[in-house]
């Protein structure tokens, strides 16, 4: 996986472990940095609907520089899930 993404994916984790949502953080870095992946586009698919839900939810509390990190990662994401959509929406 290219260092810009895994770069910005660290950014947003630590922005939103900073801001108090632990949960969101280790959820991302779990994804990004603990799980064994069969394939890259497994794991942008994943991180995408992760980053998805933390969007879905709309806390205030994200900070921009982790809400611009976050945005970086899904570009990265949508090269290869372009449609990539939580289930509902």
């Not at 586009?41 to 995408?48: A, K, R, V």
């Not at 611009?68 to 449609?83: D, F, G, H, Q, S």
């Amino acid at each position: 996986m290219q260092t810009a993404f895994m770069d910005s994916l660290a950014r947003a984790a630590r922005g939103l472990r900073a801001a108090g949502l632990d949960a969101e953080a280790e959820e991302l870095e779990g994804l990004g940095f603990k799980t064994a992946w069969t394939s890259a586009s497994e794991m942008l698919g994943e991180i995408g609907l992760c980053i998805l839900r933390i969007e879905a939810h709309g806390d205030p509390r994200v900070p921009e520089g982790a809400r611009e990190a976050l945005e970086e990662c899904m570009k990265a994401v949508r090269a290869v899930w372009p449609r990539i959509a939580l289930a509902g929406c």
